[in-house]
């Protein structure tokens, strides 16, 4: 693989990879930093990327390997040296194709409570959610890039979306009841 095929990746997955990356940051600033790493990793790593064996998966798979490096020596820094008072960005964006401004409302709101809900979930579970949903990613093409067995990936989106739910549930949302 050279660095024509590098681009071709950039066009064939960089949506797909760019949406990952501002799902799994949630700020925008940390997901440009994330996608930028990721090509540049693929860079130099590109003779062991296959183009015929799930190129995207491969590619999620390095975002979060970076990612979650990222964030532990984030949390290592924090423990060294506490930084106070830094907020999130709120980049959601939410749009829909319903007629009436109630059901755009109403929608708009599922989508936020569904994404906050989203945000305070484990890794373990946030991941595999954001790969499924954002990353249009098969439970084979997860359980190939995080290295765990298919059946874990089932039972981590399974409980993920009952955790959704049941937080909907409580929240009140009656269609989750």
């Given at each position: 693989m050279d660095i024509c095929d590098i681009e071709k990746l950039i066009d064939l997955y960089g949506n797909v990879i760019y949406g990952f990356c501002r799902r799994l940051t949630m700020n925008k600033s940390d997901a440009d930093d994330l996608y930028q790493q990721t090509f540049l990793r693929a860079l130099e790593i590109k003779e062991k990327i296959d183009i015929n064996n799930?190129?995207?998966g491969?590619?999620?798979s390095l975002a979060v390997s970076i990612w979650k490096n990222s964030t532990r020596k984030k949390?290592?820094?924090?423990r060294i040296a506490p930084i106070a008072g830094v907020e999130e960005e709120d980049w959601l964006n939410t749009s829909t194709d319903s007629i009436s401004i109630e059901d755009i409302v109403i929608s708009n709101e599922l989508t936020d409570e569904v994404n906050t809900i989203v945000s305070k979930l484990n890794d373990k579970f946030r991941i595999p959610i954001i790969m499924y949903y954002n990353g249009d990613m098969s439970i084979a093409e997860i359980a190939t890039a995080l290295k765990v067995p298919q059946g874990t990936i089932k039972s981590r989106l399974y409980k993920a979306r009952l955790i959704i739910k049941n937080e909907l549930e409580v929240k009140g949302y009656e269609r989750y009841r």
């Open positions: 799930n190129p995207k491969f590619l999620i949390a290592r820094h924090y």
